[in-house]
């Protein structure tokens, strides 16, 4: 597609549910990240995944998130058991690789009820 | 971590003065990217500057690099209101395997 596209945009859930948050990158960018945003913060690093490579997992906070990508294009963070503190905007980023630049979807604002 | 902290926090000006962000990082990195972010929600790649560049121009925007005080700047020229936003600047890792590390941002408000 044109650009990164995530979805739902919104989602509210109520504590102790699962949630799972899509991200579609552009396509042809080998590389795709996972972000999260708390109200007023920075980007905190969630996962990465380049390629056929195993993911670099070191960001996620607890063994409740995962993610996954298949066939090297769509991919979905899952958050099992949700807490109140999981609330934030969850941010999706492909690139081509290497040095370059980001390309970020509009995030999923989630909020845990 | 977050290895990229920009400076200051939050910056007022008024439409037609110029803005400037700085942002310090802690170590070696390859390149330094700034990004804008509007409302809360996907941010827009603004300009990268490579480790062996010292200043690079795009449009109103300036970016330096000092690599030696491990630092950047961010200079925004004639500012409009639409220039409202947060900008935060991004270091990688040396290897290029590594994801970017951002900061918490410069909250800029440009006053019509």
């Known amino acids: 597609g044109a650009g990164v596209s995530q979805s739902p945009s919104n989602k509210v859930t109520e504590k102790g549910k699962d949630v799972e948050l899509r991200c579609d990158p552009i396509?042809?960018?080998?590389?795709l990240y996972w972000y999260r945003q708390s109200l007023g913060q920075g980007l905190e690093f969630l996962i990465y995944?380049?390629?056929?490579?195993?993911?670099?997992k070191s960001g996620l906070p607890s063994d409740r998130f995962s993610a996954e990508r298949t066939g090297g294009s769509v991919s979905t963070l899952t958050i099992q058991r949700t807490q109140q503190e999981d609330s934030a905007v969850y941010l999706c980023?492909?690139?081509?690789?290497?040095?370059?630049?980001?390309?970020f979807g509009s995030g999923t604002r989630l909020t845990v009820v | 971590s977050q290895q990229g902290e920009e400076d200051p926090q939050a910056l007022s000006i008024q439409e037609g003065e110029n803005a400037t962000m700085n942002c310090s990082y802690k170590t070696s990195i390859n390149n330094l990217q700034w990004y804008r972010q509007n409302s809360g929600r996907g941010l827009v790649h603004l300009i990268l500057?490579?480790?062996?560049?010292r200043e690079k121009h795009s449009g109103r925007l300036r970016v330096t690099l000092d690599t030696s005080k491990k630092s950047s700047s961010l200079l925004i020229t004639a500012s409009r209101a639409a220039d409202t936003a947060s900008y935060f600047c991004?270091?990688?890792?040396?290897?290029?395997?590594?994801?970017?590390?951002f900061g918490k941002g410069t909250r800029l408000s440009v006053i019509a």
């Open positions: 995944f380049q390629g056929n490579s195993a993911p670099d």
């Open positions: 991004a270091t990688d890792g040396h290897s290029g395997n590594t994801p970017l590390v």
């Open positions: 500057i490579r480790s062996n560049e």
């Open positions: 396509s042809g960018h080998t590389a």
């Open positions: 980023a492909s690139s081509a690789g290497g040095f370059g630049g980001y390309t």
